[in-house]
């Protein structure tokens, strides 16, 4: 079976690394010089940075991540740390205490904060606890069958029954149910706008799983007294470069290749089934089997075309709700800023108003920071991610694909100057410690990932919309990476590139 996998991503070499293992020929085509797309970090003078997301979720043993690197045998290849990250409001903060004050202290801490909340906090806690554990009961029921799968079932209808009533509710529903306080309210919902979705079209029930407590503090025991079990966050010494390098080994040991600097111009489709795909270089390579992961704009409407795909499939393609992009700015730093962030990773918020802000993005205007950013230390916990007595440092916020004044590329500098500023506010001095800076634009991101508008997460999780089948209308074809049902994220992104090659591998041997 000659499979062809376009995109060297997290979702492409996830795929590709099972295909090949599985005995399958795979060949994999990316248009860039490096593997691993957002992955593949960015480096200069000796400083390494991320690009993509900073914190990793579920890539423990038995987590999510975990158990896709397990199967395809190179778990151990790759060094992973438990982590956590720190929020900043403008009123108060949240950081861990020094020492471990048990599950709940955030909740404590909440209480102290917003005492007339007191109530409310205690009933999410609970729900927490039931909702975490209504997820271990699903992520057993897939790795199960026969009889231990039928109990695990009638399990998770028990499970499920307390939250029916409001399975349907918005974030904002959910959260207006347990607190009075709009700014208690923005503690738990803040996190989307990294997703730029706003609260009011976000599944209220998914506040729970976006909140999971050990993000807040690494320490934290994975089992809750009603035995759910808890997902990690986890930083990768080195980057995520060692990530790529071990999914791009496991690809080429099992004979798989991986042409780099090769540009997918179009996907040839005869009698409705895929024959082959054509390089911008002019050669042919057949394919009985094509994945293909990034835009989905860019794959069906310009590799294959709509004169192929039935009116209801080219209107999802178009109404797909994509998340917009981030402004990035890679620091070399002569000083350890970690002692006013507090750790690895803080997310920085300038309002309350989680809602009206996305909104605001979604109008095409940048905040420049005034809203929030994040900060990122990667030789925090790598002192390979910078020369020696120096510091790598990110500091990023979410922002619009394209500018509703100007353009990205003449205002790049001047907008670092605002971000670096808002970032002083809480690291002083910060400015005077620079010794390098690297600017990454919507821009430079579009030409990552080969898209006209480059979506951070890809698809945005609106309630009402999903995004394109991993099966597709045309024979052969098949869709993974962050703008397919999957979802975004690095989790969701190789965890279902992951289930859909298992799907491919079981498929092709019954044929």
């Given amino acids: 079976m000659n499979i062809v996998v376009i995109g060297a991503g997290a979702a ?54 975990g158990d896709v690197l397990t199967d395809l045998g190179i778990i151990e290849q790759i060094k992973t740390l438990k982590d956590d990250r720190r929020y900043v409001f403008p009123d108060f903060s949240i950081t861990k205490p020094g020492t471990y004050a048990g599950q709940n202290w955030r909740m404590k801490v909440l209480k102290s904060i917003f005492p007339l909340d007191a109530d409310g906090l205690d009933r999410y806690w609970k729900d927490y606890m039931r909702f975490t554990k209504l997820m271990t009961i699903a992520r057993k029921i897939g790795k199960s069958s026969g009889i231990n799968g039928f109990w695990l079932k009638l399990r998770l209808l028990a499970a499920l029954f307390p939250f029916l009533s409001r399975q349907k509710w918005n974030a904002n529903q959910l959260m207006e149910s347990y607190f009075p306080s709009e700014k208690l309210r923005s503690v738990f919902t803040s996190i989307l706008a990294d997703f730029f979705t706003p609260p009011s079209q976000f599944l209220g029930l998914g506040v729970f799983a976006l909140n999971p407590e050990p993000s807040f503090d690494s320490r934290m025991e994975k089992y809750l007294p009603n035995q759910g079990e808890q997902i990690f966050h986890y930083s990768l010494p080195g980057g995520t470069t060692h990530l790529v390098d071990a999914l791009v080994n496991c690809i080429e040991q099992h004979g798989g290749k991986i ?68 402004f990035m700015v890679h620091l070399g730093l002569d000083f350890d800023p970690t002692p006013y962030t507090g750790g690895v990773c ?6 309350y108003d989680i809602e009206g802000g996305i909104i605001e993005n979604q109008k095409h205007i940048y905040h420049q920071g005034r809203l929030g950013f994040v900060t990122h230390a990667p030789s925090y916990r790598s002192d390979e991610m910078a020369p020696a007595g120096k510091n790598g440092f990110t500091i990023y916020t979410i922002c619009p694909n394209q500018l ?60 009402t919309k999903g995004g394109i089948p991993h099966k597709t209308p045309i024979q052969g074809l098949w869709f993974i990476g962050q703008q397919s049902d999957g979802g975004g994220g690095v989790g969701n992104v190789m965890a279902h590139a992951h289930q859909t090659a298992v799907k491919i591998d079981l498929d092709t041997r019954g044929m």
């Avoid at 248009?31 to 003078?45: R, T």
């Avoid at 803080?346 to 309002?351: A, K, N, P, V």
């Avoid at 971000?419 to 579009?446: G, N, V």
Wanted: glycine share 10%; proline share 4%.
């Fill in 12 to 65: 492409g070499l996830t795929a590709a690394a099972k295909l090949a293992k599985s005995g399958h020929q795979v060949s994999v085509f990316d248009h860039n010089a490096k593997p691993g797309g957002v992955l593949m970090g960015w480096q200069k003078d000796g400083f390494r940075w991320d690009l993509g997301q900073l914190l990793l979720e579920g890539m423990g043993p038995g987590e999510p991540i």
């Fill in 259 to 326: 042409h780099l600097s090769s540009d997918v111009d179009g996907i040839q489709i005869i009698d409705g089934k895929v024959s082959s795909v054509h390089l911008s270089s002019g050669e042919t390579i057949p394919a009985n089997l094509v994945l293909a992961s990034g835009g989905a704009k860019e794959t069906f409407l310009k590799l294959i075309g709509e004169e192929f795909l039935t009116h209801e499939f080219i209107q999802q393609v178009k109404d797909l709700p994509l998340m917009d992009s981030v």
């Fill in 404 to 463: 509703a004044d100007g353009d990205w590329e003449s205002q790049k500098e001047f907008f670092a100057d605002q971000l670096i500023q808002y970032a002083e506010k809480h690291i002083p001095e910060l400015s005077r410690h620079i010794l390098l800076r690297e600017i990454i634009t919507p821009l430079d991101f579009c030409r990552i990932t080969h898209t006209e508008k480059h979506a951070f997460g890809g698809l945005s999780p609106i309630m």
């Fill in 346 to 351: 803080t997310y920085y918020y300038g309002t």
